[in-house]
């Protein structure tokens, strides 16, 4: 797949230095908006403008919002004022709005003093929102029906009106502004009466949210409804807007890609990798990797303060990487595991004496097992096969107990800490991987020495 996108790219990049805008018509024209968009987002600078101008109106407004953001504002920088207006009337509000929101501040006065008064207004109300809020990735072009329509007037509506809606499948009966049900478009085309009054055969079972709504909370409706769209009211319960399903799978995917950056210890960010420079993935790994460094320096107080125990048992030393890497991983599958089950709504705060001890019975059984095949592998490889004479049965006591513990302190550590910080307005996957690991690691050390002084001194 890689290599034959190359390949076009290169066909394509040639066919117009070359000036064959006619071949190149030829091929692009057969392509899907979405390859197209791929395929444009890989192009220089120079070959970029010329191959977008080549496309028709229509295609081109399927193709442009499809495009990363980069290749958004290059092609803008160059489009003349009437390609900009030409562009701007294919997009649907939301796309308008999302490329306004994302564009430096000097490309989005120009985008909107092209765009015009109807459409300028209604991105200047979406921006108004929160930008996790449902208002914010709602669009304003769906289709509106009466209660009193026929089912006749209804379908000649939708004819006229449909081309420039987002979606038709769904249509919303309101009054004086006001959601009252929905109409599904296959029922209309199936109903055989004509004459027959929308609301005899609307839906008044509506489901819908307010333009605050978190958007997540968008996302967990349409997963657990099967929906394809939602329609957004505000406080009065009139109709802003509608959320189609392409819009929740933007949402989905950004709210995936965020929680995977702050789990592995970055900065979130809209780029993709692939447009990202070094120094831009450097801004956002830094910090965290500035924090975990000097969070790591009470491990080091813990060793030094330890020191005359690890130089009168020196055999000691040798199991501290294993003791931290376990106690780590163990947090880390219990964080990730809580913060996955927070995102699907499956636990709530409530749920938390519940969590702790399903992940507490999980840790004996997971402490006790690696426990017993420690102690196994201390006693058979590193004394009789190694011939390491300073691990003792009392030395091999002492690290099989500390895994023991230690696994149940992390367990414990990495199912609440995700928790409390969802209950406190954070997002819990900053409680994931990087965090728990170090917070354990200290745990992890405290708890060895302790019980190696206990237990051999």
Not at 298 to 311: K, V
Not at 381 to 399: E, F, H, K, Q, S
Not at 412 to 434: E, H, I, N, Q, Y
Request: hydrophobic share 45%; proline share 4%; glycine share 4%.
């Amino acid at each position: 797949m890689a290599q034959s996108k190359t390949i076009l790219q290169d066909t394509l990049r040639v066919l117009a230095e070359e000036k064959r805008y006619s071949t190149i018509k030829d091929i692009i024209l057969f392509m899907n908006p979405a390859d197209l968009a791929a395929l444009f987002d890989t192009l220089d600078e120079k070959t970029l403008p010329v191959l977008f101008r080549l496309l028709p109106r229509d295609l081109a407004g399927e193709v442009f919002p499809e495009t990363e953001r980069d290749t958004q504002e290059t092609l803008i920088r160059v489009f003349s004022d009437s390609e900009l207006k030409q562009i701007l009337e294919g997009l649907f509000t939301d796309d308008a709005a999302d490329l306004v929101e994302e564009m430096p501040a000097n490309v989005a006065s120009r985008i909107l003093s092209q765009a015009d008064n109807t459409l300028r207004s209604a991105i200047n109300q979406i921006l108004k929102y929160p930008e996790d809020s449902a208002g914010s990735v709602m669009t304003t072009e769906f289709v509106e029906l009466k209660e009193n329509m026929t089912v006749s007037q209804a379908l000649d509506h939708i004819r006229n009106v449909g081309l420039d809606k987002e979606t038709v499948y769904t249509c919303y009966v309101t009054r004086a502004g006001k959601l009252l049900a929905t109409v599904a478009a296959k029922d209309l085309l199936v109903e055989k009466d004509m004459n027959r009054k929308i609301s005899e055969i609307m839906d008044e079972n509506v489901i819908s949210v307010v333009t605050t709504t978190d958007r997540e909370e968008v996302a967990k409706l349409f997963q657990k409804y099967n929906l394809i769209a939602l329609p957004v009211v505000d406080a009065e319960n009139r109709l802003a807007g509608i959320i189609t399903f392409d819009d929740v799978m933007d949402v989905m995917e950004k709210e995936a890609t965020e929680d995977i950056t702050i789990m592995s210890g970055q900065t979130p960010y809209e780029k993709s990798y692939s447009n990202s420079s070094p120094f831009e993935l450097y801004l956002h790994r830094i910090p965290w990797l500035l924090i975990l460094m000097v969070s790591a320096t009470f491990t080091g107080l813990i060793i030094t303060s330890f020191e005359q125990a690890l130089a009168a048992q020196v055999v000691l030393t040798a199991f501290i990487p294993m003791l931290m890497d376990t106690g780590g991983n163990s947090g880390s599958q219990s964080s990730v595991t809580v913060i996955r089950a927070i995102s699907l709504g499956e636990i709530e705060f409530r749920d938390l004496p519940r969590v702790m001890g399903k992940e507490l019975l999980t840790a004996v059984f997971c402490g006790l097992s690696l426990g017993a095949v420690c102690f196994a592998k201390l006693m058979l490889i590193d004394r009789l096969i190694l011939g390491n004479l300073a691990v003792t049965i009392p030395v091999a006591m002492a690290v099989c107990l500390t895994i023991m513990i230690t696994v149940l302190v992390a367990k414990t550590v990495g199912c609440t800490l995700p928790v409390f910080a969802w209950k406190l307005g954070f997002d819990p996957a900053v409680m994931a991987s990087p965090f728990i690991t170090t917070v354990v690691d200290a745990l992890s050390l405290l708890i060895y020495f302790t019980i190696a002084s206990l237990i051999l001194f």
